[in-house]
């Protein structure tokens, strides 16, 4: 059975950091994403993690200004997203997905529809 399971979320004050955890199961990815959901807004796209051949990709959201950092173990079998200098307008669920196809253009990774394997979620309220 697939599972993705993030962790990490929680209450942080505005300009803080978070480490969102994201552990996969049941099968090996090539491509994980994170994604997030604000009350009343459209999920959007954060960043992406892809392997291929031994090369490791990392594709951020432009809005995000340099504040993301995501990596992954050495197993490949969990993917974390470093948050700093969190703002109010981070408040959202953040999603963890998975494919496992490599994805190199923009308008795959960031599409929700590339991945077939989701988490349930986990907040991330920041406090202004």
């Known amino acids: 059975q697939v599972q993705l399971v993030e962790s990490g979320g929680g209450l942080v004050q505005a300009g803080g950091s978070l480490r969102l955890s994201c552990a996969a199961s049941?099968?090996?990815?090539?491509?994980f994403a994170w994604f997030r959901q604000a009350p009343g807004k459209e999920r959007e796209f954060v960043a992406a993690f892809n392997w291929s051949g031994g090369v490791i990709s990392t594709y951020y959201a432009v809005s995000m200004n340099g504040r993301l950092t995501i990596s992954s173990d050495n197993a490949k079998n969990t993917v974390f997203l470093q948050m700093n200098s969190l703002k109010s307008e981070d408040t959202a669920v953040y999603y963890c997905?998975?494919?496992?196809?490599?994805?190199?253009?923009?308008?795959?990774?960031?599409?929700?529809?590339?991945?077939?394997?989701w988490g349930q979620g986990t907040q991330v309220t920041v406090s202004s």
């Open positions: 049941g099968r090996s990815f090539s491509s």
């Open positions: 997905a998975a494919s496992s196809r490599t994805y190199y253009t923009r308008t795959d990774y960031s599409a929700a529809s590339s991945y077939i394997y």
